[in-house]
């Protein structure tokens, strides 16, 4: 929408500027002929291009391989924060049941109890079972994580490898990379 206002203001402003041109343009029909299917031409974006200008298998694999570790990262990240969210709720479910719950102290002797009610019991349990689920899930996604991260660095520097060494600025990190 936004575009489209932006647009009818450019032109607006061109047949302002000089309306007899805009009146010849509006006149004359534009006139396209269709390109025959034998002189379509494709391009390719420059950084797929091999030294002779032609693609590189190499480096189109590597790229999307560099993409696709950048996408598991990414959900991996997203596992993490999900489990650890989910580590949140069954610590706040947990803490809900102390409420209906009490310590009673005993002599020197014998240990401390803690008696609840069948609410405090559930609320325990189901409180206790969510947050050592997302205890798991936590510790399973950050290894997850560490290892994604690893492979990608490894396919990067193998990309600079390739590539030759030069000196280049990592946005990611805040450091220069050889």
Request: hydrophobic share 40%.
């Amino acid at each position: 929408m936004v575009r489209l206002i932006f647009s009818s203001i450019l032109v607006l402003s061109i047949a302002m500027a000089n309306p007899a041109e805009a009146q010849e343009g509006a006149s004359q029909p534009v006139q396209s002929q269709p390109m025959p299917p034998s002189q379509v031409i494709t391009t390719l974006p420059n950084e797929s291009l091999g030294s002779q200008g032609y693609p590189s298998p190499i480096e189109g694999s590597q790229q999307y391989e560099l993409e696709e570790a950048n996408k598991g990262i990414r959900n991996t990240r997203n596992a993490l924060i999900a489990t650890s969210a989910l580590g949140l709720v069954g610590m706040i479910v947990g803490a809900t049941a102390f409420r209906h719950c009490e310590f009673i102290y005993y002599n020197f002797n014998q240990p401390d109890d803690l008696v609840c009610t069948q609410r405090g019991d559930a609320l325990l349990v189901a409180g206790g079972t969510i947050f050592g689920l997302a205890a798991i899930g936590m510790i399973t996604s950050g290894i997850m994580l560490g290892v994604r991260k690893g492979k990608r660095r490894r396919l990067r520097r193998e990309i600079r490898s390739q590539q030759g060494a030069h000196l280049q600025w990592n946005v990611e990190s805040a450091r220069l990379e050889f």
